[in-house]
């Protein structure tokens, strides 16, 4: 009973170690690993490629999965493109597990403590990140050599021959115990690196490891899946054609087996070479196999999960019909009006904002984060849309309207990033570490959040009425919030002479959210500066001009 607690300790620390490495290099290198593969997308080799380079950082192909579901539902890449992506994914955790098995376990400590000192002793953030990541790596390592520990126990146990011995006879029953220990752990390096660590000890015969393998590839495919089962189809048909390939590469490779064992043997005869070099030896057959299949399994999983339909999605422009594009005013009307939609969903997140602040509820950003999705979205489709409607009979009134549609949507686009980039950042903090503001300063928070959401209204008026006295009054709302900041700011260091306790434990986070709510409230003035400019209303520059002598 002992060995088994430290054998599942043991694995729980190797996955511990491989989560903290995936959100290291996430946090570190998230953005330039999107980029890096939405760059890639050009044809099914450099997406190939590019799979296979992201998985390698990340060390798990179901985030590069993820990433791609996430491509594919927002239409930036084809169907096509993203199996492309995966297939190389896959050939990727398949290299990123030989390179675990090198015998390198002793350089953990050293890895640990590296790690531990970027980590805590280094302020710049991505230091940090890469720090995490290196001890996750470390403690990895020392995951692999105490299950190596702790499986030597195994050979004693009189159950663990007869579970072998079925599944020698039956290898389709070590295919599903493969998969079903993949999908339980969400991570198939690890379940292979489990095996090659009872097969360094001959705890397993090898011809249960090759079904153990076929097990959690098929796992591997199944966790997207389940990850996207919320998502529109176009995310949910990447993880699907990447279990047909899954589900077709086992069906194939099943009856080969006595044919394959010995020529995988032939290169390496120890048996847990063998198992890394049959995982790369699977996913490469794949790779090459299906490279060329791509097309029709594509058509197949839009055949499988048709596009819906769905009205009440708010990320979903409801007025950009195809049918105006040929009559500019109308054309720029239907967008104005997804443009008023997007006002209407960062007023939602400014109040969700500040019902987190108040109820601490963490829940409310991801609700947030969806919203901000859903902005993006809309942001998108209304440029997008502006490209397709005819120039040709436009007249000067028309390229204007244009140029204030995308500095409106623009506008609104980063007000909203700030609010769930930053401001939600700091809900989420406040919440994780049970702060509390003090009465007065949650007063001032929450009045000038109500004022910054009545300045929301009031941008979406200026955009449609170019009224010059209401753009005024918006755009004064400038040196009105940096009043306000500068006298919340004030009152909340007064508070702290006071010595209260609230405003102690609350004074960085309290004063970086009204410099978010101001930096919100610069972009919605900015609605109201071409109106001004055009009447005239503004001079060109507020620099004090120097006196002449």
């Known amino acids: 009973m002992v060995f088994l607690i430290n054998l599942f300790g043991a694995a729980a620390l190797l996955l511990w170690g491989l989560r903290m490495v995936r959100t290291g290099v996430m946090r570190a290198f998230g953005s330039h690993l999107r980029a890096f593969l939405g760059s890639t997308m050009g044809n099914r080799f450099s997406a190939f490629f590019g799979g296979l380079g992201a998985t390698m950082l990340l060390q798990s192909s179901s985030a590069t999965a993820l990433i791609t579901s996430s491509f594919a539902s ?4 084809g169907a096509g493109a993203a199996l492309a992506i995966m297939l190389g994914a896959d050939v ?9 098995a090198l015998k390198v376990t002793w350089i953990s400590p050293l890895l640990i403590l590296v790690g531990y000192i970027m980590f805590n002793h280094v302020t710049e953030t991505r230091t940090r990140d890469l720090g995490r990541a290196i001890i996750g790596l470390g403690i990895t390592l020392l995951g692999l050599a105490m299950i190596t520990l702790a499986a030597e126990p195994m050979r004693d146990a009189p159950v663990v021959p007869l ?6 006879d039956t290898p389709v029953s070590g295919v599903i115990v493969g998969a079903l220990l993949t999908i339980a752990s969400t991570s198939s390096l690890a379940i292979i690196l489990l095996v090659v660590s009872f097969a360094t000890h001959d705890l397993i015969p090898v011809e249960v490891c090759y079904a153990l393998v076929l097990g959690a590839n098929l796992g591997s495919a199944v966790m997207p899946i389940i990850a996207t089962l919320s998502e529109p189809p176009e995310a949910r048909r990447v993880p699907v054609g990447n279990l047909i390939f ?3 590469g086992v069906v194939i490779a099943m009856p080969l087996l006595p044919l394959i064992m010995p020529e995988i ?9 063998q198992v890394l070099n049959f995982h790369v030896v699977f996913n490469l057959g794949l790779a090459v196999l299906f490279i060329w299949l791509i097309g029709p399994v594509s058509r197949l999983t839009q055949r499988l999960l048709p596009e819906q339909e769905r009205p009440d999605d708010p990320g979903k422009a409801r007025y950009l019909t195809e049918s105006a ?5 109308i054309g720029l009307a239907n967008a104005s009006r997804e443009a008023l939609r997007m006002g209407d969903l960062l007023s939602r997140m400014l109040d969700l904002s500040l019902q987190a602040f108040q109820n601490d509820d963490r829940r409310l950003v991801d609700v947030c984060s969806d919203v901000d999705s859903q902005i993006d979205r809309l942001n998108e489709a209304i440029k997008l849309y502006l490209t397709r409607v005819s120039r040709d009979v436009m007249d000067v009134h028309d390229h204007k309207k244009i140029i204030d549609l995308i500095t409106f949507t623009t506008n609104l686009e980063h007000a909203a990033d700030i609010v769930d980039k930053s401001l939600m950042d700091l809900a989420g903090k406040k919440v994780k570490y049970g702060l509390k503001f003090s009465d007065e300063g949650a007063k001032e928070i929450e009045d000038i959040h109500r004022r910054l959401n009545a300045n929301v209204q009031l941008a979406m008026n200026v955009f449609m009425t170019a009224d010059i006295a209401l753009a ?9 919030f940096r009043v306000l900041e500068k006298t919340a700011s004030e009152n909340h260091l007064l508070r702290l002479r006071e010595g209260r306790v609230e405003s102690i434990s609350t004074s960085g986070l309290h004063l970086d959210i009204l410099r978010d709510l101001k930096r919100i409230n610069s972009h919605l003035a900015l609605v109201a500066q071409p109106r001004l400019e055009a009447a005239g209303e503004l001079h060109p520059s507020r620099l004090k001009e120097e006196a002449t002598a």
């Not at 594009?325 to 005013?329: G, H, L, M, R």
């Open 325 to 329: 594009v040929e009559n500019p005013s």
């Open 265 to 273: 043997a032939s290169l390496q005869p120890e048996t847990w070479r």
């Open 472 to 480: 005024r009054k918006l755009f004064a709302e400038k040196q009105v």
């Open 246 to 248: 899954r589900v077709a």
């Open 163 to 168: 579970i072998l011995r079925l599944m020698e």
């Open 74 to 77: 927002r239409k930036v890449v």
């Open 92 to 100: 990727g955790t398949s290299l990123v597990a030989q390179a675990y």
